[in-house]
């Protein structure tokens, strides 16, 4: 038998080759998620207050709820804020607020891969030390996810939408506004105790796009200690940053926080 038979015979034996599977995943909407978690609202509650009395009378509380709705392939975060103090006048003995902010806010993510999406958010809040009676935001953009793991989490957003900012004096602040964002979240442990420790920090930037004086930010960092499966303490510390407040104030303001909270 030549050599060429050989090579004939022995390619006609051989099974065909299977053909490529081009379908496409149906799974890719969303980044790898504990299959627990979905399908359902989970979230924080967390609270916190003082009080003082003698020479000085002095009541304040604070609260804040976050949840997240989370399915394979899209995704709602809801979250509430509330802070309030009042002081007594000594002279006059009139309870005078010295603090008042409430805000809430609602975004919508939609995956188009494991790491990407697009969003639209919305967001209205009023705070009496800024002077503002209202201010609302709401916007659409695109968000990647560079980690999403059990332990870290990092993600970045851009985009643009509206502002609108009202005085208590009755001037407003409008304009169309870009925005830029990112999220990072870090479980650890320490001295080889169990990961019970959480490092995050939000950050929001809306420039105008009319006016470049016209900024606002707010950078939102938080230190968690899980006491238990649903109890935890943490630490907060709020920057708001209006580069045009109200006139007479300040540009900066900060918030520092400790809450008792509750995983759900």
């Known amino acids: ?26 799974s890719f909407g969303a980044p790898a998620q504990e299959e627990e978690d979905l399908n359902k609202w989970t979230g924080t509650f967390a609270a916190g207050g003082s009080l003082s009395t003698g020479n000085t009378d002095r009541k304040s509380g604070h609260a804040r709820l976050d949840m997240q709705y989370r399915r394979e392939i899209d995704r709602w ?35 188009l891969s494991e790491k ?10 009023s705070d009496l030390p800024a002077s503002v009676q209202l201010r609302t935001t709401a916007g659409v953009g695109y968000g990647y996810q560079f980690a999403e793991t059990e332990d870290w989490k990092f993600s970045i957003e851009i985009g643009a939408g509206y502002y609108n900012k009202k005085f208590y004096s009755g001037d407003r602040q409008e304009y169309p506004n870009g925005r830029f964002a990112y999220h990072w979240d870090w479980t650890f442990g320490l001295g080889g105790e169990s990961k019970n420790w959480n490092a995050a920090q939000d950050f929001n930037i809306l420039p105008s796009l009319e006016d470049g004086d016209q900024v606002y930010a707010k950078l939102d960092t938080r230190l968690r200690y899980d006491m238990s499966a649903a109890w935890f303490f943490s630490l907060q510390h709020i920057m708001d940053w209006d580069n045009v407040p109200a006139p007479g104030l300040e540009r900066t303001d900060h918030r520092f926080l400790a809450s008792l909270g509750y995983t759900f």
């Open 1 to 26: 038998m030549t050599l060429l038979n050989a090579l004939i015979l022995a390619s006609s034996a051989a099974p065909a080759p299977e053909a490529p599977d081009l379908s496409v995943d149906p």
């Open 77 to 111: 975060t809801v979250g509430f804020n509330w802070l309030y103090a009042e002081e007594k006048d000594q002279a006059t003995g009139q309870n005078n607020i010295t603090d008042r902010r409430t805000g809430g806010g609602a975004q919508y993510d939609y995956f």
């Open 116 to 125: 990407s999406y697009v969003l639209a958010n919305g967001y209205a809040e």
